[in-house]
Antibody, heavy 121, light 112 residues
Framework: EVQLLESGGGLVQPGGSLRLSCAAS????????MSWVRQAPGKGLEWVSG????????YYVDSVKGRFTISRDTSKNALYLQMNSLRAEDSAIYYC??????????????WGQGTTVTVSS | DVVMIQSPLSLPVTLGQPASISCRSS???????????LSWFQQRPGQSPRRLIY???NRDSGVPDRFSGSGSGTDFTLEISRVEAEDVGVYYC?????????FGQGTKLEIK
């Protein structure tokens, strides 16, 4: 069974850092692009970042560029999101999602259960 | 950025009746490779999103055939032929043609 399990969320002060992790199982992790999507409380979905499996290219939405870094470790079947200089508006549930193909444009076919990030003093 | 506009935002439906959600993009979603990367997602209350449709009209594995997607260019539609109780939730369209990939605001489907 294909599974994604996020961890690392929590309460952090503005300006602080967090590292989210996503443990993948049930598929050949190295063959697929991966992404992080977030959902602020009571709001809609926002694609935050993605990484292609073909060449490791990374993509970020403008609001997190320069503050967030996506990475993957194929030896551990893990996806990460390093979040620095956190702001209140980064508070959300962060979902790890598998892309259907090596390319991000094909969209997410498997989602994790999400991990909650709260940025507050 | 490509803006995705859904309508209606709230959709009360009687059990067994059809439902339709519209999604319009601010620019054409036809990719240079000839494909149109428009997906539909369902998010039931308290759950993670689940993809229903990809590339406009392709149903994901395990998705009931009462769900169908159609459209082209900038106008797309998700249709549910006969709404069931388990269909309650919020539905999102998403474009994967131009980065940053963007979602619609969501349409909340409820049972009358």
């Amino acid at each position: 069974e294909v599974q994604l399990l996020e961890s690392g969320g929590g309460l952090v002060q503005p300006g602080g850092s967090l590292r989210l992790s996503c443990a993948a199982s049930g598929f050949t992790f190295s063959r697929f692009a991966m992404s992080w999507v977030r959902q602020a409380p009571g709001k809609g979905l926002e694609w935050v970042s993605g990484v292609r499996s073909t060449d490791g290219s990374t993509y970020y939405v403008d609001s997190v560029k320069g503050r967030f870094t996506i990475s993957r470790d194929t030896s551990k079947n893990a996806l990460y999101l390093q979040m620095n200089s956190l702001r209140a508006e980064d508070s959300a549930i962060y979902y790890c999602a598998k892309i259907t193909t090596p390319y991000l444009r094909d969209g997410m076919d498997v989602w994790g259960q999400g991990t909650t990030v709260t940025v507050s003093s | 950025d490509v803006v995705m506009i859904q309508s209606p935002l709230s959709l009360p439906v009687t059990l067994g009746q059809p439902a339709s959600i519209s999604c319009r993009s601010s620019g054409s979603l036809v990719h240079s490779d000839g494909n149109t990367y428009l997906s539909w997602f369902q998010q039931r209350p308290g759950q993670s999103p689940r993809r229903l449709i990809y590339k406009v009209s392709n149903r994901d594995s395990g998705v009931p055939d009462r769900f169908s997607g159609s459209g082209s260019g900038t106008d797309f539609t998700l249709e549910i032929s006969r709404v069931e109780a388990e269909d309650v939730g919020v539905y999102y369209c998403m474009q994967g043609t131009l980065w940053p990939y963007t979602f619609g605001q969501g349409t909340k489907l409820e049972i009358k």
